[in-house]
């Protein structure tokens, strides 16, 4: 019997490592305020640890982990009481959550995920640095301008226009792949 439980509890840790990115993206994709995303998402696996007995191995992890978060962010949401001019109306809320699901049915995110990692690989080398510095390092502007000797406006401008162009090099390559 602690074995069965030790392998659930393996399975558990495997399976949220290997999803735990795109379900920080899932839930700051609904929720504007960083840190409220982050306590969602820290309660949200709580939640999933305590209820992961209900999961059925070998079905789709993500998909119930994404329901799991979208049950946090409802409650999240009704424990606030107030509605702050951040936050969504709980119609748009599910409406994104459709969207949401329906992309993972489809691949889509997949799809862009692998257009983007093409996109990228065109940029010039110091662009892509600069890039990977803020978004996978996630590191300041201030510490990225002080790295690459600019000011600090020149790398938000520089990030905008990268942004831009790995917006339209993604949308081109997703559009032709269709």
Sequence with gaps: MADSSEDRTEAFLRLLTEHEKRLGIYVTGLIS????AQDILQEGKVVMWRNFEKFELGTNFAAW???VLFHQILSYRRKVKRQPSGFLNE???????????????EGRWVKREEALKQCLLKLKEDHRTIV???YRDEASIEKI?????????AVYRLLSRLRKSLYECVERQTSQAS
């Design 33 to 36: 305020c960083p840190q409220d």
């Design 132 to 134: 990977q510095m803020r």
């Design 145 to 153: 301008s002080h790295r690459v000797e600019r000011t600090e406006g």
């Design 65 to 67: 982990a994404r329901k």
């Design 91 to 105: 119609e748009t809320l599910h409406i994104l959550n459709e969207e949401s699901e329906s992309a993972h049915r």
